[in-house]
């Protein structure tokens, strides 16, 4: 039987205004419903931003580590259900049960760094340049913040958000991607059953023309974070530029691993395994280009080929696969469609580049673990993100031309050096254009206390995770005591 959930405004569970609903649909298995949702309307936004707006004025002024208290509970509740929030991600959003495992543990991971900083908070406090007068400063929260989160990490990335935001005195309308409603439903109802005051978290479910546009949109939004792609990063930041309301905003990415011929070939191969075909290349830190020395080239495409080809598809339900669908239908033909185009372009399919659409993977969105070789940097399939089961193989002679061809496109967000040579990986960090470098890891597996986010298109230069995140939540308030009695005047007083 399907869950039926319903929008949350002030507090309340309820229907959409129009009283409409749509399916969400298990990509592995599109017979299995997997919940029904409110399909709002731009009234639903209206009512849930003035409950946000409301609410802001008593959340506010609850001192920071009793919002983190009640963020630590939600956190309890999170680690309670841990196993069975996975399963309904995984039947929603189709990863295999290990990565939506994951996908719960760093939203309980990033709930307990929240809380833990409800005791910190930390600014700065500075001397004054004259006598009997102080100087620090604080951290405001803003006001109610609009957060557009993504479906590849239905969790993780809304609790990334709404945790922090939170932490920091603000309130939150937030707009789950229409394919995995269901982890950000489970999400803010853990901080609902945890306590958090009525319309302090409101959730409201639809689509991004409708939902989303009304809620960038809004007067009454101080801020905007998004996860998603470039294009509508862009659009959300072209509209919130006429109000000069703040965007965070982490956008895509095209990841390149770089194996050099001293690298360790076992490790590196399955550091591309994991980063190329793990969540079915839907990260937008995904490996989707492999940079090879020549020297290991051959002998590399001919190890990765055969363990690509050994990979398990299928329902990520049962233990025993390592990659599920992808998300819908749409994602696996647009996937399709960028095989097309590199077949075009005059790559050389070494595996993969079909639908896998008999048996046991009759009823689910599966596509085969693709590999192009002959790739060359000029290409789409070298430059554009992708977003799938696709890895671009290039080949180079040296680290310099490796690290040209790896900062050869538009994203920035992670990358990958397998060598051992120290003074090459030190050239890599530094050369490397890109928000995130792994040194003989792949380029999937940020840890939430560390500042996450890109370079270049991949982003508006914000950081999420770590202590950064705290800084786009947040306003600082800069503070001047003055307890000598007389008007002192800086710039112009003597400091005698
Ligand atoms: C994303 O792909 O949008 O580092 C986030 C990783 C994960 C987060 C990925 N911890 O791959």
Not at 66 to 73: A, C, D, Y
Not at 81 to 110: F, N, S
Not at 152 to 163: L, T, V
Not at 413 to 419: A, D, K, W
């Amino acid at each position: 039987m399907a869950k039926i959930y319903k929008n949350l405004i002030n507090g309340k569970y309820v229907a959409s205004s129009s009283g409409k609903t749509y399916k969400n649909i298990n990509p592995a298995n599109t017979s299995d419903v997997v919940g029904i949702f409110p399909l709002s309307e731009v009234s639903d936004v209206n009512k849930a931003v003035d409950a946000a707006k409301k609410a802001y004025q008593i959340w506010k002024r609850v001192p920071a580590p009793q919002r983190g208290e009640i963020i630590r509970k939600a956190t309890e509740i999170l680690i309670a259900r841990k196993e069975e929030l996975a399963r309904i991600m995984t039947r929603e959003m189709g990863k295999v049960l290990k990565e939506t495992r994951g996908d719960v543990q760093e939203a309980i991971d990033t709930g307990l760094y929240a809380a833990g900083e409800g005791r910190r908070m930390f600014s700065f406090t500075v001397p004054s340049e004259l006598k009997n007068k102080m100087a620090f400063v604080i951290r405001r929260p803003m006001g109610v913040w609009g957060v557009i989160s993504p479906w590849n990490f239905p969790m993780a990335i809304p609790s990334w958000k709404i945790f922090p935001a939170l932490l920091c005195g603000n309130t939150i309308v937030c707009k789950p991607a229409t394919d995995t409603p269901a982890s950000a439903g489970e999400f803010v109802d853990a901080l609902h059953q945890a306590g958090v005051p009525d319309g302090v978290v409101n959730i409201v479910y639809g689509s991004g023309s409708k939902v989303g546009e009304a809620l960038i949109n809004h007067p009454g939004i101080a801020g905007i974070t998004f996860t998603g792609s470039s294009q509508i990063g862009k659009r959300i930041a072209e509209v919130c530029g006429k109000t000069l309301k703040r965007c965070s905003l982490e956008l895509g990415g095209k990841n390149a691993e770089i194996v050099m011929a001293d690298a360790d070939l076992d490790l590196a191969l399955d550091g591309v395994l994991w980063g190329a075909f793990g969540t079915t290349g839907q990260r937008c830190t995904a490996t989707s280009r492999l940079i090879l020395h020549e020297k290991i080239h051959d002998k590399f495409v001919n190890m990765l080929k055969k363990r690509t080809e050994a990979l398990k598809i299928g329902d990520g339900l049962d233990e025993k696969n390592q990659v599920g669908p992808c998300v819908s239908e749409a994602q696996r033909q647009s996937v399709h469609s960028y095989v097309q185009i590199g077949l075009q372009e005059g790559a050389k399919l070494l595996c993969g580049g079909k639908p896998l659409k008999t048996g046991k993977n009759a009823k689910g969105f599966f596509y085969a673990p693709t590999i192009f070789t002959n790739v060359t940097p000029e290409m789409r399939i070298a430059k554009e993100e992708i977003f799938g089961p696709v890895l671009s193989v290039l080949k180079v002679k040296n680290l310099a031309q490796a690290i040209k061809v790896l900062n050869n496109t538009q994203y920035g967000l992670s990358s990958s050096i397998y060598t051992k040579n120290v003074n090459d990986s030190f050239r890599a960090i530094e050369d490397i254009e890109a928000g995130i470098t792994y040194i003989n890891a792949p380029t999937i597996g940020a840890e939430c206390h560390l500042p996450f986010g890109g370079v270049k298109e991949t982003g508006n230069g914000h950081r999420e995770g770590g202590w950064t995140v705290f800084e786009i939540f947040s306003e600082l308030k800069t503070v001047y005591v003055d307890y000598s009695g007389a008007l002192q005047k800086a710039q112009i007083d003597t400091w005698d």
